[in-house]
């Protein structure tokens, strides 16, 4: 813990955070984006904000697994969960994401539907070997982080010779959807998001590396600094892209030096290409239709695939009017733009999914930064 | 009446059955045998269906509480000691010293007789030490399935000294906010031996009987002290915002004041959980005015359930009554209400 809390230091920050305005040249105007729910909300809950100079700002990315996922997947999800028979393993952060006409999984397990909370995929395998009446569904969600453990659930199940636990996989992948951001008309053509960089994911690189994303730092002539989850790895992050912009280089820079390397966890890797592999395509909430941007798993373990095993198919789904969760998702816009924050969407009845994710960039903003929306008060006003 | 049934319960190896709860002998023996001896005072031993008591004139408060936490044990404490600790702390936050305590049990059938000798017997300590009687019951049975083993429901009596007003709508602009200790050590106590997360901590609930700091706070600040609370569920962030709606008003913390044990702050971090939140039994907050905010501190300091208490920050005006905090990072965040339950973080 001691460790911890040398990365949220308050003296160290504000020597850092003197350092960037030096650096930062007056009227340049710096905009990076953190592309992970998890910066969003180190950012967020430290009032990190308040330490960067005015040129300096920070954009939040689609990076929250929860977020992006489309309405009819949750739909299909509290669908199979309603079945005869069916236990749907999921985790925390799914409970209260919103279907369509205000459906939830917490909503439909209050009508009866069994719907566990599970902290770990192998949890929903032990569940399955206990109760082998049940047939266990795992709804498996995540970048490339919770992916190796959905990829062990499985490899455990088939080992175990376990023939009621099956998955229903939304796993998606991170450099996919980078690239599908910079090449948005919104960065590309419209201009109406200008990206000067990325903080790049933190745990989401411990699997895969910083290999990955060398490819668009080239490409698209972005620099990207793989930063870890702490207030001060971020202020330094932000540093760190500073001075790559100030020197024209667009390079990939790893501040989570501790945790990553350039090639990841390969055993984890290993474990993924073995039990999943691209689909085609996939719909994210606010991207819309990302190509080889998710997984399924592979025919060889289809026995274990929730969509096989059930008659599954996803029902055209409706956001609801107004929802700005897309535009939130791409950069486009704040959380403080959509009409509907704070009036009919808090984390009470949420309208989109970014409101009640513990990730996501609307619930970031009710749960710590509402107060900036109103003209700044004195100390002791 | 056959001979068996003057056979006295076997507490140690027997369970509650249906009959415990039918109001005829198995009941009586049962009261007689488990209840009784472990909260023994002169209104139980009377036997009626109510306590009657005199009292001095002057305010009274009221409160009652139902208690249905799980684990039933946990490290530092249990429901029974929680059932009466949890009662007369709302009742000693108007600056009451509470006096009487009613239980009401329902129990689940099959709950093992020695588990429930042992609560009441916790029960019977814990109210004996706080210098408190509980003077009436009720126990009810239900089928299996149908309760968690023991939901124990407490209603609290307290007498408010002469003059004395306490309550949240005194609370003024300039206030100071105190806090008598750590946050979230009972939370996580519990949390660590729930079946789901098991993980090994030294950590004990800081469940304890609040009536005496409260004195103590009272003797050294008298009227100045203009409102208390104790962060139970929901934690120090739910208190808060509670009574900044309810007295109309914003408050400003300072995150690094905030007392928060390693063990605990390991804990929280680990699980996806933040202190603010999670739950404690023995802390109370108390908002002061500012020129008897240091003696109020002082007598806190000095006795022993308020040691590490704290300055963590002021009353401020604001017509939307947030609850700001200047982080440790030096930062501004919002402390929000708690949406729902806090929930495990996925990645």
Request: aromatic letters at 6%; one cysteine or more; charged letters at 20%.
């Amino acid at each position: 813990m001691k460790h911890a809390a040398e990365y949220r230091d308050g003296h160290l920050a504000a020597r850092m955070a003197q350092r960037i305005a030096a650096e930062a040249v007056e009227g340049a105007g710096y905009r990076f984006m953190e592309f992970c729910g998890g910066h969003t909300h180190a950012i967020s809950r430290y009032g990190l904000e308040d330490l960067l100079p005015g040129t300096v700002r920070l954009v939040h990315g689609p990076g929250c697994p929860v977020c992006v996922l489309p309405v009819a997947r949750i739909d299909t999800a509290i669908a199979l969960a309603a079945q005869p028979g069916v236990t749907l393993c999921t985790y925390g952060d799914l409970m209260r994401v919103p279907g369509s006409g205000g459906a939830s999984l917490l909503r439909a397990k209050a009508a009866g539907a069994d719907v566990r909370m599970i902290y770990c995929a192998l949890d929903a395998v032990a569940i399955a070997r206990a109760e082998p009446h049940r047939e266990v569904v795992l709804f498996a969600i995540g970048f490339e982080t919770t992916t190796p453990p959905t990829a062990r659930s499985v490899r455990v199940a088939q080992q175990m010779g376990l023939t009621n636990f099956t998955v229903f996989c939304n796993h998606v992948l991170t450099p996919a959807a980078i690239q599908n951001i910079l090449e948005s008309p919104d960065v590309r053509r419209l201009g109406s998001v200008r990206l000067d960089g990325f903080i790049g994911p933190a745990h989401v690189s411990t699997i895969i590396g910083s290999e990955p994303y060398a490819f668009f730092a080239q490409e698209f002539a972005k620099p990207v600094v793989i930063s870890g989850f702490e207030p001060l790895d971020v202020l330094q992050s932000v540093l760190m892209l500073v001075r790559q912009v100030n020197d024209g280089r667009h390079e990939v820079e790893n501040q989570y030096g501790r945790a990553v390397s350039a090639a990841g966890n390969e055993l984890a890797q290993r474990d993924v290409a073995e039990v999943f592999e691209l689909r085609k395509s996939f719909e994210w909430r606010g991207l819309g239709q990302v190509p080889y941007s998710a997984l399924r798993l592979k025919s060889a373990y289809g026995e274990f695939d929730a969509e096989r095993r059930f008659t599954l198919s996803d029902q055209p789904a409706r956001e609801v009017p107004g929802c700005q969760c897309g535009a939130v998702l791409r950069g486009v816009k704040e959380p403080l733009e959509c009409r509907l924050f704070g009036t009919v969407c808090t984390p009470e009845s949420p309208m989109g999914s970014c409101m009640v994710s513990p990730e996501g960039a609307c619930s970031a903003y009710w749960t710590y930064k509402r107060f900036r929306a109103r003209p700044l008060q004195g100390h002791d006003a | 009446m056959s001979r068996a049934q003057y056979r006295p319960l076997d507490v140690r190896a027997g369970r509650v059955d249906l009959s415990h709860g039918a109001g005829g002998r198995a009941m009586a023996q049962l009261i007689r045998q488990v209840f009784h001896p472990a909260l023994d005072n002169e209104w139980l031993r009377q036997g009626n269906d109510q306590a009657a008591f005199d009292v001095e004139g002057g305010r009274m408060v009221m409160t009652t509480d139902g208690y249905v936490i799980s684990p039933l044990f946990f490290p530092g404490g249990d429901i029974g000691s929680l059932a009466v600790h949890g009662t007369i702390n709302d009742v000693a936050m108007a600056g009451a010293a509470p006096r009487f305590l009613s239980a009401s049990f329902i129990l689940e059938e099959g709950f093992p007789l020695a588990d429930l000798e042992r609560i009441a017997r916790s029960m019977g300590d814990a109210a004996r030490a706080a210098g408190i009687a509980v003077v009436t019951g009720d126990t009810k049975v239900v089928e299996r399935g149908k309760a968690d083993g023991v939901f124990i429901c407490t209603t609290g009596i307290g007498l408010v000294p002469g003059g004395l007003e306490i309550f949240p709508e005194r609370i003024r602009a300039g206030d100071r906010i105190l806090l008598s200790g750590s946050l979230g050590d009972h939370g996580v106590a519990v949390m660590s031996r729930r079946h789901d997360l098991h993980f090994e901590t030294a950590l004990v609930s800081d469940s304890a009987p609040l009536h005496e700091l409260v004195r103590a706070m009272v003797e050294a600040g008298g009227h100045a002290v203009h409102a208390m609370r104790d962060p139970t569920r929901g934690g120090l962030a739910a208190t808060l915002n509670e009574i900044a709606a309810q007295a109309g008003v914003g408050m400003r913390l300072r995150e690094a004041a905030i007392p928060v044990k390693p063990a605990v702050a390991a804990a929280c971090e680990l699980l996806g959980l933040d202190p603010l939140y999670v739950a404690n039994e023995g802390k109370l907050v108390a908002f002061v005015a500012e020129s008897a905010a240091p003696a109020v501190l002082e007598a806190m300091r000095a006795h022993p359930l308020g040691a590490e208490a704290a300055l963590i920050g002021e009353v401020v005006a604001d017509a939307q009554h947030f609850v700001q905090m200047t982080t440790e990072f030096g930062g501004e965040r919002m402390v929000d209400w708690l949406s729902g339950e806090q929930l495990p973080r996925i990645c």
